[in-house]
């Protein structure tokens, strides 16, 4: 068995989650890899940064595409501990990313509810380590309403 297979770079994206979970921000993280090696990190920017489009998979994107040199991310595998919203998915798209794997499913957001395709060649992996995603979403959720 490969250490280096889905399970071991999603929990390097739950890493990120967490960060992100630490800094008040809705904890979605997503690291991308190529060639078994992870050359972005990223989490949830939105508050921080004051930017709606500071999503998870947007930071790394950008981080990728920047170490790679180039805005295609053909080869690259996303990890993405929640499926991506709409407008990631449009992103991604035009990425042309091989692969994206991602946790739990966005059943109000996510792209596929939502009727936002992917390109073509990218292929989908769903549901990996999805109960220690949804565990943290629901954790974040719960305690900000409870603040509320």
């Known amino acids: 068995m490969d250490p280096f297979d889905d399970t071991y770079f999603m929990k390097r994206a739950l890493v990120e989650a967490e ?11 997503a690291v991308v890899v190529i060639d078994q090696k992870i050359i972005a990190r990223a989490h949830n920017l939105t508050e921080a940064l004051h930017d709606v489009t500071a999503h998870a998979e947007m930071q790394a994107i950008t981080a990728a ?3 790679l040199g180039g805005k295609y991310l053909k080869g690259c595998t996303l990890y993405v501990t929640l499926e991506p919203c709409q407008m990631c998915a449009g992103a991604l ?22 009727g936002t395709k992917l390109h073509p060649k990218t ?6 380590l999805q109960k220690e995603a949804e565990v943290l979403l629901n954790k974040f959720f ?6 509320n």
């Open 142 to 147: 719960i305690q900000r309403r409870n603040l």
């Open 19 to 29: 960060l992100a979970f630490q800094k008040g921000e809705i904890p979605v993280g």
């Open 123 to 128: 292929s989908v992996v769903k549901g990996v």
């Open 93 to 114: 798209y035009w990425s042309q990313l091989e692969r994206v794997v991602f946790g739990a499913s966005d059943t109000h957001r996510g792209y596929e509810v939502m």
């Open 65 to 67: 595409a920047n170490y």
